[in-house]
């Protein structure tokens, strides 16, 4: 029984596969020290995080990524024949766009499917600089001419043959990164010994900036706990303030009223006396006089109580 072929690959998919790739390789501090089936089952697991997609298999992954390399490989050396040419007034995208021709004239393909994973493999350094048989390319050195001899002509960048550029198709380890072609040299990123000290730098960094943040938290709660108090203070004293001031208007009301009632009562006492039984003429006038008064005053005052409490003569 022939063996039913899975779904085909998406290009969003075929570019998640080479993000998890590149997320596993370039891990620092695991590196190259991974075996095969445990390298694959990691790439398995960040590309079904990028893509939730949880029906391809290890092997699938891997034969897809296999596929994508050989593609971009092939693309690689066409674009690095053209960009060999040197070609006057060629823009980098126009070195693009005849690379993509030479692919279709080469494979029958075109290459526009391909066109995210090159964007992302393009500049990976853990992709670029490995041969295809897992191992770094050292540069040749230069023939050995005898003295007194000398070549006839130097070769061209266009007599050179483009196949010259292109990567063989091979299957690689997970410590090789992958298959493909050589690039200009780039700065690898650092060991895992360099992640390590790094990591570890950075963790006492980390724990130098807590402890100084720690201080300047506890002087920022110092300070505005000070300032609390300060202001607690203040408000108690102008409460204080406040009360005192308002025991002292009540004192006042109550003596102004004390005195009213007793002038009231004072008032009603002479009202109330009988004139004609005092036989001082000078003592009779005063009296006549002050009822004349406290009239005059009960008559202007705005309050109608007074009317009200006036006794009958």
């Known amino acids: 029984m022939a063996s039913s072929r899975g779904k085909s690959f998406t290009p969003e998919q075929d ?3 080479c993000r998890a790739y590149l997320c596993i390789t370039e891990d620092p501090i695991i ?32 034969a897809r990524w296999q596929n994508i390399q050989k593609c971009c490989n092939k ?5 690095r024949s053209i960009e060999a040419l040197n070609q006057s007034g060629m823009t980098h995208q126009n070195e693009y766009d005849m690379a993509k021709q030479t692919y279709y004239e080469d494979t029958g393909k075109y290459f526009s499917g391909m066109d995210g994973c090159w964007a992302i493999l393009e500049h990976a350094i853990k992709w670029q600089d490995i041969t295809p048989s897992g191992r770094k390319v050292k540069t040749p050195e230069p023939p050995q001419i005898p003295e007194g001899m000398s070549f006839p002509f130097s070769p061209e ?47 006492v960094q980390e724990v130098e900036n807590a402890r100084h943040i720690n201080l300047l938290e506890t002087l920022n709660k110092t300070v505005s706990d000070n300032q609390s108090r300060r202001i607690q203070l203040e408000e108690r004293r102008v409460a204080s303030l406040e009360r005192q001031t ?13 005195t009213e009632r007793k002038d009231r009562e004072m008032e009603e006492r002479i009202m109330q006396m009988d004139l004609s039984v005092i036989q001082d003429p000078q003592m009779k006038a005063y009296y006549e006089h002050r009822k004349a008064a406290i009239l005059a005053k009960w008559a202007n005052s705005t309050s109608t109580t007074y009317y009200t409490d006036l006794p009958d003569y």
């Not at 693309?75 to 674009?79: A, E, K, S, T, V």
């Open 75 to 79: 693309f690689r050396g066409c674009l």
């Open 15 to 17: 570019e998640a596969i």
């Open 246 to 258: 308002i025991c002292e208007e009540r004192e006042t009301a109550r003596k102004e009223k004390e």
């Open 31 to 62: 590196g190259n020290s991974q075996p095969r089936s445990q390298f694959w089952q990691r790439v398995l697991q960040q590309y079904q995080e990028k893509t939730n997609d949880v029906q391809r298999t290890e092997a699938s992954i891997k």
């Open 157 to 203: 960048a266009s007599q050179i043959p483009s196949t010259y550029y292109e990567s063989l198709d091979a299957e690689t380890t997970p410590s090789s990164g992958g298959t493909g072609s050589v690039s200009s040299p780039r700065k690898r990123p650092g060991g895992k010994k360099l992640a390590k000290e790094k990591k570890a730098k950075s963790k």
